[in-house]
């Protein structure tokens, strides 16, 4: 196995356990704030996770919540570039990877400042966070490279 599909490898698959953990994050801070948000008698979050939280205030619950987003599209949006770089051997699409989760996280904040007047754009605004979040950019640079003729 070349050096390269073995970075390509390890790329995907600190992703794909990016991902993972990312979802462990966000589902027991989801529970912890509708904990507190809605005065439940009990939390589903998972006990660790309470631990760690304990004492934290709905305010900061949410605040966490958005710097988490925020660190996880870094992540992504970096590993993006890392892998663009093993696939094609230079940086030429540095930018345009840049550039297009910009142009996403935009696209959602104006899909959510729209959310009030017409509900279902919330929807799709929480979908193209998620899609920043997670590998999902990473598997279409993949496939883009699939798509590169063979060299001879």
Do not use: T
């Amino acid at each position: 196995m070349s050096q390269r599909r073995l970075w390509m490898l390890a790329i995907l698959l600190v992703a794909v356990c990016l991902g993972a953990v990312r979802e462990f994050l966000f589902l027991n801070l989801n529970y912890s704030i509708d904990h507190l948000a809605n005065h439940r008698e009990f939390s589903y979050a998972h006990s660790a996770f309470q631990r760690a939280v304990e004492g934290l205030s709905l305010a900061d619950l949410l605040l966490l919540k958005w710097a988490l987003a925020i660190l996880f599209v870094g992540l992504m949006a970096g590993l993006s570039v890392l892998l663009a770089r093993v696939l094609f051997n230079d940086h030429r699409y540095r930018a345009r990877i840049l550039i297009g989760f910009v142009a996403i996280g935009l696209l959602a904040l104006l899909l959510h400042l729209a959310g009030p007047a017409f509900p279902a754009l919330e929807g799709v605004s929480v979908k193209l966070l998620h899609l920043l979040q997670y590998p999902v950019i990473l598997f279409f640079i993949w496939a883009g490279a699939l798509l590169q003729p063979a060299k001879a």
